[in-house]
């Protein structure tokens, strides 16, 4: 019975969206640096040991999403960042496509909660200061993608 009430707590679906992202920007970061389809790693992480505490169909969508649109992702990111987008961290180029992914295909997510996941991701797996470059690219996106409609 405690199961269902830990199932529905909105706390609890947070977390799992949190895990969801996390694993997508681990599963980007493998895809951009072995090249392996998205399938296969998909598969690989359906394994891993924090899936069970994902949103396992939002880490699909993220995954998904991200990897098949990339090159319209990608022409977005070259818009917003100051270099080419092949000296970007790989880390950090993983959390900018899915937050663009988001700000773009998932209108239901707020902008805000996008730009800080982003910004917990970076400040913990990107480089020193990353997040700050984080936070500005995605801002500027979530303001010209999103405008008033938060």
């Given at each position: 019975?405690?199961?269902?009430?830990?199932?529905?707590?909105?706390?609890?679906?947070?977390?799992?969206?949190?895990?969801?992202?996390?694993?997508?920007m681990?599963?980007?970061?493998?895809?951009?640096?072995?090249?392996?389809?998205?399938?296969?790693?998909?598969?690989?992480?359906?394994?891993?040991?924090?899936?069970?505490?994902?949103?396992?169909?939002?880490?699909?969508?993220?995954?998904?999403?991200?990897?098949?649109?990339?090159?319209?992702?990608?022409?977005?990111?070259?818009?917003?960042?100051?270099?080419?987008?092949?000296?970007?961290?790989?880390?950090?180029?993983?959390?900018?496509?899915?937050?663009?992914?988001?700000l773009?295909?998932?209108?239901?997510?707020?902008?805000?909660?996008?730009?800080?996941?982003?910004?917990?991701?970076?400040?913990?797996?990107?480089?020193?200061?990353?997040?700050?470059?984080?936070?500005?690219?995605?801002?500027?996106?979530a303001?010209?993608?999103?405008?008033?409609?938060?």
């Amino acid at each position: 019975m405690s199961g269902d009430t830990v199932a529905k707590s909105p706390r609890r679906g947070s977390r799992t969206r949190s895990v969801a992202r996390k694993l997508a920007m681990q599963a980007l970061y493998q895809w951009q640096l072995t090249g392996d389809s998205p399938e296969s790693i998909h598969e690989q992480f359906l394994t891993a040991g924090e899936h069970d505490q994902a949103d396992a169909d939002y880490f699909a969508e993220l995954l998904r999403g991200s990897t098949a649109g990339r090159a319209e992702l990608d022409v977005k990111l070259a818009s917003y960042v100051d270099r080419p987008l092949e000296q970007l961290d790989p880390v950090e180029r993983a959390i900018l496509l899915i937050g663009l992914y988001e700000l773009t295909a998932r209108l239901d997510v707020p902008y805000k909660v996008t730009i800080n996941e982003a910004v917990d991701l970076a400040k913990r797996f990107g480089a020193t200061d990353g997040h700050k470059y984080v936070n500005a690219i995605l801002d500027r996106a979530a303001r010209e993608i999103r405008g008033d409609r938060g």
